[in-house]
């Protein structure tokens, strides 16, 4: 075979494999919501309701908008708010959110689940168990962990500073390395802007 012959294949198998298997699918979309595939410049396709997600996709919704997702090997949960772009990173260890800016509503079940689950920042990285808690990040470099149910970790990048968040509390971040855990106020986790009608 020659060599660029086996070059084309290789490059093919590897971006078939990036590309990969289906790990969630869209299980809401209301409003301005985009898909931007992998390989892909621009946030081009309008998302659909059951739309397969590949690791390496990325994922927008505008103002008005609205989305969930659902990973299929855990049945784990995202809602996404209007404003919120990240993307979907999967490992054979390690699911991870890719959080831009945005707020997304995460109810993370232990049941079922082979990879720990993390949401990360710019600033900041979020390790979860199993448990609901909102993660609200500005495009200032101040993010906010709010508890709802269960235990999850924060660390802050810039600082190696952790503090554990659980039910009521919350963890404030930003991009100069400081991060305080706090007691989160009546009202403050972000509304839900559907009923519960997946779980």
């Not at 979907?88 to 390690?94: P, S």
């Not at 990040?137 to 709802?148: A, E, H, L, N, R």
Request: net charge neutral; no cysteine.
């Amino acid at each position: 075979m020659s060599q660029p012959l086996s070059i084309f294949f290789t490059v093919v198998f590897l971006i078939s494999q990036l590309h990969g298997d289906v790990i969630a699918r869209l299980i809401k979309a209301e409003g301005n919501v985009y898909f931007k595939r992998l390989g892909m410049s621009s946030f081009s396709e309008k998302a659909k309701p059951g739309a397969a997600i590949r690791n390496g996709d990325e994922i927008k919704v505008g103002d008005p908008g609205f989305g969930a997702i659902m990973y299929l090997d855990d049945r784990t949960i995202l809602k996404i708010r209007e404003n919120t772009k990240f993307g979907f990173m999967d490992t054979r260890n390690t699911r991870t959110v890719d959080l831009t800016y945005g707020t997304l509503l995460n109810n993370v079940t232990k049941e079922g689940r082979s990879k720990s689950f993390r949401i990360q920042t710019p600033v900041s990285v979020a390790s979860v168990k199993g448990t609901k808690f909102a993660a609200i990040v500005s495009q200032t470099g101040v993010d906010q962990f709010i508890g709802k149910e269960g235990l999850f970790e924060v660390l802050n990048m810039i600082s190696g500073e952790t503090v554990d968040v659980g039910p009521g509390q919350k963890a404030v971040s930003n991009a100069t390395g400081n991060l305080v855990q706090a007691p989160a106020a009546p009202g403050e986790y972000p509304e839900d802007p559907e009923v519960e009608e997946y779980q």
